[in-house]
């Protein structure tokens, strides 16, 4: 049975295995990564007894604008309905901002997006730097 936490209380390993689990970038950064979670206003994780299986993070300004930085489901647990549920408790917890953003990636992204309640924003570009 999957936990849903509100919670910071995972170790460098933990995170740099979930973040591995999906090939991210982030994963070849272990110490930065602990630190981004642990300095970001909003973490929720999932997890199976003591294996973090999912995470998603917020960052706000503190009243009008929450962006969903992080929403990851380590593979082996897909499917399960996990995402949704980070999702959901995400959308609660700024359901009086005006904004809550986020990036969809892909097609499938944008599905599962539109699926949980979000729209594409018309005439707009994602944009970054990336300093590797």
């Known amino acids: 049975m999957i936990k849903y936490l509100e ?24 110490k930065r990564l602990v630190k981004a979670m642990k300095n970001c206003e909003t973490v929720f994780t999932a997890w199976d007894n003591d294996k973090l299986v999912g995470l998603i993070n917020a960052i706000d300004d503190g009243e009008l604008t929450a962006y969903v930085h992080y929403l990851l489901v380590n593979p082996k647990y897909q499917g399960q309905g996990i995402a949704s549920e980070l999702l959901k408790m995400v959308k609660e917890k700024y359901k009086n901002y005006l904004y809550v953003i986020l990036v969809a990636e892909n097609k499938p ?24």
């Open 7 to 30: 919670t910071r209380d995972f170790n460098e390993e933990q995170l740099q295995e979930l973040f591995k689990s999906v090939n991210w970038l982030s994963a070849n950064y272990p």
């Open 109 to 132: 992204l944008i599905q599962f997006y539109n699926k949980n309640g979000f729209e594409a924003t018309p005439n707009t570009q994602v944009m970054e730097i990336i300093n590797e």
